[in-house]
Nanobody, 123 residues
Framework: QVQLVESGGGSVQAGGSLRLSCAAS????????MAWFRQAPGKEREFVAR????????YVADSVKGRFTISRDKSKNTMDLQMNSLKPEDTAVYYC????????????????WGQGTQVTVSS
């Protein structure tokens, strides 16, 4: 069992930066692939970025490439999402997720989810 808690959300103007953190607890965290997803009002949840269980592999969605960076610190059981050059279209609730199975961008593969943290970007 893995428990996930996000933090770091907030309101920022376009062009600004935020850093989201996901704190994990549970014995299986280090063996899990991790990811960030987001969901804007009236839209489906979408993939943002993922990182492998080892931390060696990362992948980000085209919509955030060059602006967002995902990282994890296995010694601290944390995963971060550094978000730079934020745009109004980045406004959403951001969720961290953990997968004990495949390393994938599909939300259905992720077994554990945090409660989400709101990010609001104003123009």
């Amino acid at each position: 069992q893995v428990q996930l808690v996000e933090s770091g959300g907030g309101s920022v103007q376009a062009g600004g930066s935020l850093r989201l953190s996901c704190a994990a607890s549970g014995r299986t965290f280090t063996g899990n692939h991790m990811a960030w997803f987001r969901q804007a009002p009236g839209k489906e949840r979408e993939f943002v970025a993922r990182i492998s269980s080892s931390g060696d592999l990362t992948y980000v969605a085209d919509s955030v490439k060059g602006r967002f960076t995902i990282s994890r610190d296995k010694s601290k059981n944390t995963m971060d999402l550094q978000m730079n050059s934020l745009k109004p279209e980045d406004t959403a609730v951001y969720y961290c997720a953990a997968s004990a199975g495949y390393w994938t961008s599909s939300a259905s593969a992720y077994n554990y989810w945090g409660q989400g943290t709101q990010v609001t970007v104003s123009s």
